[in-house]
């Protein structure tokens, strides 16, 4: 019989997925090389939040800051996206994973950012998995654009001002009707959140770990998992009064 501990599966998990770059700087390869085994990296990572029923899976793929990164290194960032939304997308649609791109999509050449749309619409009615592919996001953004759009609304008349609450402004945020972020987990051994997901992790239990994104598999999950199955989420209660509510 499952333990209590081993049955508190995150209902959301998101990731940093940093370094790839200095995987491949270890082994004297480009850069680009790190990235490309990154995305193993991801189809690992999204097999196994299907396997142990995470309802959903959001990733950090390319920050508004990424922008600045050398133009070769974020050419072949964007010649590797183009070319996992032409590999993946059939399978993960297969495996009933519901695809959706956060950010300023915007940004991207039209031939990227209509196959994002494509997948996007492509894989809607899927339940097993929603994997959200964080692109050109910045956390600082995801407010910013929140208070705009409710600003517009109360300037249409559509809301009172007053009515401006958590809840309101959490449905205009990006992963909006999503489960709450149960596990922030970081890879590659900084200890930044780096400016993802700042609303939505609130309550996030944070995980870091030394291991380079591109060598992330099972075990490197299970324990992510096995320690968030152990710690006491409190929510601003004391632990006596988490006893007595259950
Ligand atoms: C950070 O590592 C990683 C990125 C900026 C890119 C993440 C992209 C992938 C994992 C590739 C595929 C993704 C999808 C969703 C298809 P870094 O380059 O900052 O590493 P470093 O800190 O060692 O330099």
Redesign the pocket.
Known sequence: METDAASRIPRHIAI??????????RRHLP?AI??????K??RAAVEYCRRRGVEALT?????SE?WK?PEG?VGA?MQ??LK??DR?VGELHANGVRIEFVGDLSAFALELSSRMHAAMERTRENSALRLN?A?NYGGRWDIANAARSLAQAAVRGEIAAEAIDESLFAQHACLAGQPPVDLFIRT?G?LRVSNFLLWQIAYAELHFTDA???DVDADVLDAALAEYARRERRYGLTSAQLRVTG
């Open positions: 940093v997925m940093d370094g790839n770059g200095r995987w491949a700087e850069r790190g990235h490309r085994e990154g995305q990296a991801v990733l950090f793929a390319f920050s990424n990164r290194e960032l590797l996206f996992a939304l993946e592919v692109v590659g900084e380079l994104w591109p």
